[in-house]
T-cell receptor, first 113, second 113 residues
Framework: DTGVSQNPRHKITKRGQNVTFRCDPI?????LYWYRQTLGQGPEFLTY????????KSRLLSDRFSAERPKGSFSTLEIQRTEQGDSAMYLC???????????FGPGTRLTVL | DAKTTQPPSMDCAEGRAANLPCNHS???????VYWYRQIHSQGPQYIIH???NNETNEMASLIITEDRKSSTLILPHATLRDTAVYYC??????????????FGSGTRLQVQP
């Protein structure tokens, strides 16, 4: 257990529905990252926050995706109008300082029917 | 960030040392070598990182060649719980700029009883 928690752990939804995932970081970590991982592939970067500022977004983050970190603590990732191609594991990671050591949560597995 | 090349899979006998190689022939002078692993259905786990010198911690040892074009992660006494996908990542540590980790396909290590 790294101290990063994600909820829910599993989500099954129907195509077209909206879903929201939550990540609670290690308390003193100011950096927070979201990644997506499909079966058989390594994690792919989605977006990055330093405190409450969203500093980097991947081209994978289409306009149906939005992420927030309102008070620089927990973060949410919302997917609107889900598609079957959104089925994946969504991973949150946190870190601090200049180091690129990132501590990952257990992930939320999304299945879109 | 420099590209890395890893064998897709390796086997190791339980109790023996597991030596996982990584080639990073285009690494630049200020890029660190990071190793993460991902046990099935869990988030990636940080193992170790280094710049030039060999590094050791409670999990593993990292051996970086003198020309820094390749490295080896050593698990000294592999157990069944070390069965996982191991990712080698090279990147510059920085306070600003791109923070995302770029995961390749990794090496799937199977520890045999």
């Amino acid at each position: 257990d790294t101290g990063v928690s994600q909820n829910p752990r599993h989500k099954i939804t129907k195509r077209g529905q909206n879903v929201t995932f939550r990540c609670d970081p290690i308390s003193e970590h100011n950096r927070l990252y979201w990644y997506r991982q499909t079966l058989g592939q390594g994690p792919e970067f989605l977006t990055y926050f330093q405190n409450e500022a969203q500093l980097e977004k991947s081209r994978l983050l289409s306009d149906r995706f939005s992420a927030e970190r309102p008070k620089g603590s927990f973060s949410t990732l919302e997917i609107q109008r889900t598609e079957q191609g959104d089925s994946a594991m969504y991973l949150c990671a946190t870190g601090q300082g200049a180091s690129d050591t990132q501590y990952f949560g257990p992930g939320t597995r999304l299945t879109v029917l | 960030d420099a590209k890395t090349t890893q064998p897709p899979s390796m086997d190791c006998a339980e109790g023996r040392a597991a030596n996982l190689p990584c080639n990073h022939s285009t690494i630049s002078g200020n890029e660190y070598v990071y190793w993460y692993r991902q046990i099935h259905s869990q988030g990636p786990q940080y193992i170790i990182h280094g710049l030039k010198n060999n590094e050791t911690n409670e999990m593993a040892s990292l051996i970086i060649t003198e020309d820094r074009k390749s490295s080896t992660l050593i698990l000294p006494h592999a157990t069944l719980r070390d069965t996982a996908v191991y990712y080698c990542i090279v990147r510059v540590e920085r306070d600003t700029g791109r923070r995302a980790l770029t995961f390749g396909s990794g090496t799937r290590l199977q520890v045999q009883p």
